[in-house]
Protein backbone atom coordinates (compact mmCIF):
# COMPACT_ATOMS: atom_id res chain seq x y z
CA UNK A 1 0.00 0.00 0.00
CA UNK A 2 1.19 3.35 -1.05
CA UNK A 3 1.44 5.98 1.58
CA UNK A 4 0.48 8.92 -0.96
CA UNK A 5 -3.09 10.28 -0.46
CA UNK A 6 -6.51 8.36 -2.24
CA UNK A 7 -6.88 9.99 -5.62
CA UNK A 8 -10.55 10.07 -5.92
CA UNK A 9 -11.25 9.67 -9.81
CA UNK A 10 -15.38 9.54 -9.12
CA UNK A 11 -17.26 12.48 -10.02
CA UNK A 12 -17.43 14.76 -7.58
CA UNK A 13 -17.23 14.85 -4.46
CA UNK A 14 -13.67 15.30 -5.88
CA UNK A 15 -10.46 15.95 -4.52
CA UNK A 16 -9.30 19.21 -2.97
CA UNK A 17 -6.63 21.38 -2.22
CA UNK A 18 -5.33 21.92 1.55
CA UNK A 19 -6.09 25.29 1.34
CA UNK A 20 -9.63 24.74 0.24
CA UNK A 21 -10.11 21.92 3.37
CA UNK A 22 -8.43 24.27 6.04
CA UNK A 23 -10.87 27.30 4.80
CA UNK A 24 -13.14 25.22 6.87
CA UNK A 25 -11.20 26.14 10.09
CA UNK A 26 -11.72 29.93 9.56
CA UNK A 27 -13.84 29.80 12.43
CA UNK A 28 -17.68 29.76 13.80
CA UNK A 29 -19.90 32.00 12.29
CA UNK A 30 -23.50 32.92 12.61
CA UNK A 31 -25.24 33.57 9.36
CA UNK A 32 -27.17 36.46 10.61
CA UNK A 33 -24.08 38.82 11.18
CA UNK A 34 -22.54 41.02 8.30
CA UNK A 35 -19.50 39.03 8.17
CA UNK A 36 -22.14 36.07 6.73
CA UNK A 37 -23.54 38.59 4.44
CA UNK A 38 -20.23 39.71 2.82
CA UNK A 39 -19.25 35.99 2.23
CA UNK A 40 -22.20 35.72 0.52
CA UNK A 41 -22.22 38.54 -1.97
CA UNK A 42 -18.48 37.53 -2.35
CA UNK A 43 -20.03 34.05 -3.60
CA UNK A 44 -22.82 35.18 -5.66
CA UNK A 45 -20.84 37.68 -7.77
CA UNK A 46 -18.17 35.59 -8.16
CA UNK A 47 -20.13 32.13 -9.29
CA UNK A 48 -21.81 34.08 -12.60
CA UNK A 49 -18.32 35.06 -13.15
CA UNK A 50 -16.19 32.28 -13.06
CA UNK A 51 -18.59 30.65 -15.51
CA UNK A 52 -18.42 33.88 -17.94
CA UNK A 53 -22.09 34.87 -16.99
CA UNK A 54 -21.23 37.69 -14.70
CA UNK A 55 -22.79 40.74 -16.87
CA UNK A 56 -26.00 38.45 -17.31
CA UNK A 57 -27.00 36.53 -14.83
CA UNK A 58 -27.08 36.38 -10.72
CA UNK A 59 -26.35 33.26 -8.47
CA UNK A 60 -28.95 31.87 -5.80
CA UNK A 61 -27.11 29.59 -3.61
CA UNK A 62 -28.85 27.00 -1.64
CA UNK A 63 -27.39 24.60 1.20
CA UNK A 64 -27.48 20.47 -0.64
CA UNK A 65 -26.36 18.57 -2.83
CA UNK A 66 -26.59 19.18 -6.93
CA UNK A 67 -29.92 17.65 -7.04
CA UNK A 68 -31.30 20.29 -4.66
CA UNK A 69 -30.37 22.60 -7.17
CA UNK A 70 -31.96 21.05 -10.54
CA UNK A 71 -35.15 20.26 -8.06
CA UNK A 72 -35.31 24.34 -7.49
CA UNK A 73 -34.46 25.22 -10.97
CA UNK A 74 -37.25 23.12 -12.60
CA UNK A 75 -40.01 23.63 -10.28
CA UNK A 76 -39.21 27.97 -10.75
CA UNK A 77 -39.08 27.51 -14.63
CA UNK A 78 -42.70 26.25 -15.15
CA UNK A 79 -46.25 28.05 -14.11
CA UNK A 80 -49.01 26.67 -12.80
CA UNK A 81 -51.07 24.44 -15.81
CA UNK A 82 -48.44 24.45 -18.05
CA UNK A 83 -45.02 21.51 -19.06
CA UNK A 84 -41.89 21.03 -19.02
CA UNK A 85 -39.79 19.29 -22.23
CA UNK A 86 -36.97 16.87 -20.44
CA UNK A 87 -33.95 16.10 -22.92
CA UNK A 88 -33.56 12.64 -21.22
CA UNK A 89 -30.16 10.28 -22.64
CA UNK A 90 -28.88 9.08 -18.64
CA UNK A 91 -29.49 9.07 -14.85
CA UNK A 92 -30.15 13.25 -14.77
CA UNK A 93 -32.28 12.86 -17.16
CA UNK A 94 -34.07 10.72 -15.62
CA UNK A 95 -33.81 12.53 -12.79
CA UNK A 96 -35.40 15.24 -13.52
CA UNK A 97 -38.54 13.11 -14.91
CA UNK A 98 -38.52 12.38 -11.21
CA UNK A 99 -38.48 15.74 -9.92
CA UNK A 100 -41.84 16.95 -12.55
CA UNK A 101 -43.04 13.44 -11.21
CA UNK A 102 -42.74 14.66 -7.46
CA UNK A 103 -43.75 17.65 -7.79
CA UNK A 104 -47.03 17.31 -10.28
CA UNK A 105 -45.57 19.50 -13.25
CA UNK A 106 -46.75 17.73 -16.39
CA UNK A 107 -44.08 17.06 -18.73
CA UNK A 108 -43.22 15.80 -22.02
CA UNK A 109 -39.75 13.82 -22.86
CA UNK A 110 -37.37 13.81 -26.08
CA UNK A 111 -35.38 10.86 -25.44
CA UNK A 112 -32.07 9.36 -27.03
CA UNK A 113 -30.22 6.28 -26.37
CA UNK A 114 -27.37 7.21 -23.08
CA UNK A 115 -24.76 6.86 -25.78
CA UNK A 116 -26.40 9.20 -28.43
CA UNK A 117 -26.15 13.16 -28.18
CA UNK A 118 -29.59 14.44 -27.69
CA UNK A 119 -30.87 15.60 -31.20
CA UNK A 120 -32.08 19.57 -31.21
CA UNK A 121 -33.90 19.02 -34.33
CA UNK A 122 -36.09 16.44 -31.82
CA UNK A 123 -36.20 19.25 -29.65
CA UNK A 124 -37.73 21.41 -32.06
CA UNK A 125 -40.59 18.95 -33.64
CA UNK A 126 -41.13 18.54 -29.53
CA UNK A 127 -41.79 22.55 -28.85
CA UNK A 128 -43.66 22.33 -32.25
CA UNK A 129 -46.13 19.58 -31.05
CA UNK A 130 -46.51 21.28 -27.71
CA UNK A 131 -47.31 24.72 -26.71
CA UNK A 132 -47.80 24.18 -23.74
CA UNK A 133 -44.61 23.86 -22.74
CA UNK A 134 -42.69 26.52 -20.21
CA UNK A 135 -39.45 25.54 -19.92
CA UNK A 136 -36.57 22.41 -21.51
CA UNK A 137 -34.37 21.25 -19.71
CA UNK A 138 -31.61 19.49 -20.40
CA UNK A 139 -28.17 18.09 -19.13
CA UNK A 140 -24.96 19.52 -20.32
CA UNK A 141 -22.49 16.71 -18.98
CA UNK A 142 -24.62 13.22 -18.64
CA UNK A 143 -21.87 12.34 -15.79
CA UNK A 144 -23.63 8.77 -16.56
CA UNK A 145 -21.49 8.14 -19.74
CA UNK A 146 -19.43 10.73 -19.97
CA UNK A 147 -21.35 12.32 -22.83
CA UNK A 148 -21.58 15.77 -23.85
CA UNK A 149 -25.12 17.19 -25.58
CA UNK A 150 -25.41 19.84 -28.04
CA UNK A 151 -26.72 22.85 -25.49
CA UNK A 152 -25.58 25.44 -27.43
CA UNK A 153 -27.36 24.48 -30.61
CA UNK A 154 -30.82 23.20 -28.16
CA UNK A 155 -30.73 27.02 -26.15
CA UNK A 156 -31.04 28.33 -30.55
CA UNK A 157 -34.08 26.07 -30.57
CA UNK A 158 -35.60 27.18 -27.42
CA UNK A 159 -35.06 30.53 -27.75
CA UNK A 160 -36.41 30.47 -31.23
CA UNK A 161 -39.79 28.89 -29.47
CA UNK A 162 -39.28 31.41 -26.65
CA UNK A 163 -39.25 29.31 -23.49
CA UNK A 164 -37.07 28.85 -21.14
CA UNK A 165 -34.09 27.07 -21.18
CA UNK A 166 -32.57 25.06 -17.55
CA UNK A 167 -29.32 23.29 -18.12
CA UNK A 168 -27.83 21.10 -15.71
CA UNK A 169 -24.07 21.54 -15.87
CA UNK A 170 -23.42 20.09 -12.85
CA UNK A 171 -20.46 18.12 -14.02
CA UNK A 172 -19.74 19.94 -16.87
CA UNK A 173 -19.61 23.79 -14.83
CA UNK A 174 -15.38 25.22 -15.86
CA UNK A 175 -14.33 21.71 -16.89
CA UNK A 176 -15.97 21.46 -20.53
CA UNK A 177 -15.53 23.91 -23.52
CA UNK A 178 -18.31 24.93 -23.99
CA UNK A 179 -18.42 29.11 -23.10
CA UNK A 180 -21.75 29.90 -21.33
CA UNK A 181 -22.10 33.15 -22.49
CA UNK A 182 -22.48 31.56 -26.01
CA UNK A 183 -25.22 29.47 -25.00
CA UNK A 184 -29.31 31.10 -24.73
CA UNK A 185 -29.64 29.71 -21.61
CA UNK A 186 -32.01 30.98 -18.56
CA UNK A 187 -31.06 29.06 -15.95
CA UNK A 188 -28.23 26.82 -14.85
CA UNK A 189 -27.68 24.53 -12.00
CA UNK A 190 -24.29 23.57 -10.72
CA UNK A 191 -22.52 22.54 -7.45
CA UNK A 192 -19.46 23.68 -5.34
CA UNK A 193 -17.67 20.72 -5.19
CA UNK A 194 -16.81 19.48 -8.76
CA UNK A 195 -15.41 21.45 -11.45
CA UNK A 196 -14.53 24.73 -8.84
CA UNK A 197 -12.81 22.10 -6.41
CA UNK A 198 -14.89 23.18 -3.65
CA UNK A 199 -16.64 21.08 -0.78
CA UNK A 200 -20.11 18.85 -1.10
CA UNK A 201 -22.83 20.46 0.60
CA UNK A 202 -23.43 23.94 -1.08
CA UNK A 203 -25.01 23.99 -4.51
CA UNK A 204 -26.22 26.97 -6.82
CA UNK A 205 -28.36 28.33 -9.59
CA UNK A 206 -27.78 31.18 -11.76
CA UNK A 207 -31.09 32.87 -13.28
CA UNK A 208 -31.20 34.73 -16.40
CA UNK A 209 -33.52 37.93 -16.61
CA UNK A 210 -36.32 35.98 -17.43
CA UNK A 211 -35.74 33.42 -15.22
CA UNK A 212 -36.09 35.54 -12.39
CA UNK A 213 -39.25 37.21 -14.01
CA UNK A 214 -40.72 33.45 -14.41
CA UNK A 215 -39.80 32.49 -10.64
CA UNK A 216 -41.83 35.27 -9.23
CA UNK A 217 -44.94 33.63 -11.64
CA UNK A 218 -44.24 29.88 -10.54
CA UNK A 219 -46.27 28.70 -7.51
CA UNK A 220 -44.49 27.95 -4.47
CA UNK A 221 -43.93 24.36 -4.81
CA UNK A 222 -41.48 23.85 -2.11
CA UNK A 223 -40.66 25.88 0.94
CA UNK A 224 -37.47 25.16 1.33
CA UNK A 225 -36.73 24.87 -3.03
CA UNK A 226 -38.63 28.23 -3.22
CA UNK A 227 -36.44 29.96 -5.69
CA UNK A 228 -38.58 33.50 -5.07
CA UNK A 229 -37.51 33.57 -1.49
CA UNK A 230 -33.81 33.14 -1.93
CA UNK A 231 -33.52 35.52 -4.49
CA UNK A 232 -35.59 37.84 -2.33
CA UNK A 233 -33.45 36.94 0.46
CA UNK A 234 -30.00 36.79 -1.03
CA UNK A 235 -30.24 40.11 -2.76
CA UNK A 236 -30.02 41.68 0.90
CA UNK A 237 -27.20 39.16 1.81
CA UNK A 238 -29.98 37.20 3.58
CA UNK A 239 -30.61 33.32 3.51
CA UNK A 240 -33.81 31.83 4.04
CA UNK A 241 -32.38 28.33 6.17
CA UNK A 242 -29.42 27.80 8.21
CA UNK A 243 -26.43 27.70 5.32
CA UNK A 244 -23.52 25.56 5.71
CA UNK A 245 -21.47 28.64 6.49
CA UNK A 246 -18.04 26.03 6.57
CA UNK A 247 -18.62 24.74 3.29
CA UNK A 248 -19.19 28.61 1.76
CA UNK A 249 -15.75 29.14 2.99
CA UNK A 250 -14.33 26.45 1.30
CA UNK A 251 -16.09 27.99 -1.56
CA UNK A 252 -15.06 31.36 -1.34
CA UNK A 253 -11.11 29.88 -1.42
CA UNK A 254 -12.02 27.51 -4.18
CA UNK A 255 -12.93 30.54 -6.08
CA UNK A 256 -9.98 32.00 -5.11
CA UNK A 257 -8.10 29.56 -6.46
CA UNK A 258 -9.78 29.15 -9.77
CA UNK A 259 -9.64 33.11 -10.63
CA UNK A 260 -5.48 33.11 -9.38
CA UNK A 261 -5.08 29.99 -11.64
CA UNK A 262 -6.48 31.63 -14.77
CA UNK A 263 -9.86 31.20 -14.50
CA UNK A 264 -12.37 28.93 -16.52
CA UNK A 265 -9.43 28.94 -19.91
CA UNK A 266 -6.94 27.85 -17.59
CA UNK A 267 -9.47 25.15 -15.51
CA UNK A 268 -10.97 23.78 -18.89
CA UNK A 269 -7.83 23.81 -20.21
CA UNK A 270 -6.22 21.54 -17.68
CA UNK A 271 -8.90 19.02 -17.79
CA UNK A 272 -8.69 18.64 -21.93
CA UNK A 273 -4.64 18.22 -21.22
CA UNK A 274 -5.72 15.23 -18.17
CA UNK A 275 -8.09 13.78 -20.41
CA UNK A 276 -5.82 13.56 -23.25
CA UNK A 277 -2.93 11.70 -20.28
CA UNK A 278 -5.62 9.25 -19.19
CA UNK A 279 -6.99 8.20 -22.61
CA UNK A 280 -3.27 8.00 -23.74
CA UNK A 281 -3.25 4.92 -20.96
CA UNK A 282 -6.46 3.40 -21.94
CA UNK A 283 -5.71 3.12 -25.63
CA UNK A 284 -2.21 1.63 -24.78
CA UNK A 285 -3.27 -0.74 -22.58
CA UNK A 286 -6.75 -2.07 -24.82
CA UNK A 287 -9.32 -0.46 -22.31
CA UNK A 288 -12.06 0.39 -25.16
CA UNK A 289 -14.54 3.77 -24.68
CA UNK A 290 -17.85 3.60 -24.81
CA UNK A 291 -18.58 7.21 -25.84
CA UNK A 292 -17.71 8.02 -29.72
CA UNK A 293 -15.02 10.69 -29.69
CA UNK A 294 -16.96 13.59 -30.79
CA UNK A 295 -18.97 13.37 -27.88
CA UNK A 296 -16.77 12.58 -24.79
CA UNK A 297 -16.48 14.81 -22.17
CA UNK A 298 -13.09 16.61 -20.28
CA UNK A 299 -13.70 14.39 -17.38
CA UNK A 300 -15.33 10.94 -17.58
CA UNK A 301 -14.56 8.37 -19.20
CA UNK A 302 -17.14 5.08 -19.84
CA UNK A 303 -14.94 2.43 -20.03
CA UNK A 304 -15.53 -1.56 -21.08
CA UNK A 305 -14.59 -3.76 -18.16
CA UNK A 306 -11.93 -6.30 -19.46
CA UNK A 307 -12.44 -9.93 -20.09
CA UNK A 308 -12.93 -12.08 -16.75
CA UNK A 309 -12.39 -8.86 -14.90
CA UNK A 310 -15.19 -7.68 -12.60
CA UNK A 311 -15.86 -4.25 -11.29
CA UNK A 312 -15.78 -4.73 -7.69
CA UNK A 313 -12.21 -6.33 -8.41
CA UNK A 314 -10.91 -4.04 -10.04
CA UNK A 315 -12.44 -0.97 -7.69
CA UNK A 316 -10.28 -3.16 -4.93
CA UNK A 317 -7.10 -3.70 -6.63
CA UNK A 318 -6.87 -0.15 -7.44
CA UNK A 319 -7.71 1.07 -4.11
CA UNK A 320 -5.02 -0.82 -2.59
CA UNK A 321 -2.92 1.54 -5.32
CA UNK A 322 -4.53 5.01 -4.43
CA UNK A 323 -7.27 4.89 -6.38
CA UNK A 324 -11.13 5.14 -6.18
CA UNK A 325 -12.24 4.52 -9.43
CA UNK A 326 -16.68 5.03 -10.09
CA UNK A 327 -19.22 2.09 -10.84
CA UNK A 328 -21.31 2.47 -14.45
CA UNK A 329 -24.72 3.42 -13.35
CA UNK A 330 -28.22 1.46 -14.47
CA UNK A 331 -27.49 -1.18 -17.67
CA UNK A 332 -24.32 -0.13 -17.98
CA UNK A 333 -23.28 -1.23 -14.33
CA UNK A 334 -22.06 -4.98 -15.14
CA UNK A 335 -20.04 -4.32 -18.14
CA UNK A 336 -18.58 -1.04 -17.78
CA UNK A 337 -16.61 1.24 -15.20
CA UNK A 338 -16.14 5.19 -15.23
CA UNK A 339 -12.63 7.08 -14.34
CA UNK A 340 -13.48 10.77 -14.30
CA UNK A 341 -10.21 13.19 -13.43
CA UNK A 342 -12.25 15.75 -11.69
CA UNK A 343 -10.76 17.72 -8.72
CA UNK A 344 -7.19 18.31 -7.63
CA UNK A 345 -5.14 15.64 -8.39
CA UNK A 346 -1.55 15.99 -8.72
CA UNK A 347 -0.25 15.40 -12.25
CA UNK A 348 2.18 12.29 -11.44
CA UNK A 349 -0.29 10.80 -9.98
CA UNK A 350 -2.50 10.74 -13.52
CA UNK A 351 0.38 9.73 -14.74
CA UNK A 352 1.25 7.19 -12.59
CA UNK A 353 -2.33 5.34 -13.06
CA UNK A 354 -1.62 3.68 -16.24
CA UNK A 355 1.33 1.28 -14.24
CA UNK A 356 -1.35 0.55 -11.30
CA UNK A 357 -4.12 0.09 -13.98
CA UNK A 358 -1.75 -2.36 -16.04
CA UNK A 359 -1.04 -4.40 -12.77
CA UNK A 360 -4.87 -3.76 -11.45
CA UNK A 361 -5.93 -5.38 -14.57
CA UNK A 362 -3.47 -8.50 -14.43
CA UNK A 363 -4.39 -9.27 -10.50
CA UNK A 364 -8.32 -8.91 -10.55
CA UNK A 365 -7.74 -11.42 -13.62
CA UNK A 366 -6.07 -13.83 -11.09
C1 LIG B 1 -25.05 15.81 -14.27
C2 LIG B 1 -25.39 15.69 -12.83
N1 LIG B 1 -26.52 16.24 -12.38
C3 LIG B 1 -26.89 16.16 -11.11
C4 LIG B 1 -26.12 15.50 -10.17
C5 LIG B 1 -26.64 15.37 -8.80
O1 LIG B 1 -25.84 15.83 -7.87
P1 LIG B 1 -25.90 15.33 -6.34
O2 LIG B 1 -25.49 13.90 -6.29
O3 LIG B 1 -24.90 16.26 -5.77
O4 LIG B 1 -27.28 15.56 -5.86
C6 LIG B 1 -24.91 14.91 -10.58
C7 LIG B 1 -24.05 14.19 -9.62
O5 LIG B 1 -23.06 13.61 -9.94
C8 LIG B 1 -24.55 15.01 -11.93
O6 LIG B 1 -23.40 14.46 -12.38
Known amino acids: MMDEELILLNPGPACTSKRVKDALLRGDLCHREPEFTQLLFRIREALPRCLNLGDTHEALLVTGSGTSAMEMAVI????????VLIVNNGVYGERMIKIAKANGIPFHEVRSEWTVPADPAEVERALAAHDDVD???AVHHETTTGLINPIKEIGE???RHDRLFVIDAISGTAIEDQDLAEVKVDVVCGTA???LHGLPGMSFILCGERSVERLQEVPERSLYLNAASYLKGQRKGDVPFTPAVQVCYSLDEAIKEYEEGGGFAARTK???ERAALVRGQFERLGLRILVDEPYRANTVTMLHLPDGVTYQALHDELKQ????IYAGQGQLSADFFRI???GEIPWHRLEQLEDALRESIEAARG
Open 76 to 83: SSVREGRS
Open 193 to 195: NKG
Open 340 to 342: CTM
Open 135 to 137: AVV
Open 321 to 324: RGYV
Open 270 to 272: LYR
Open 157 to 159: VVA
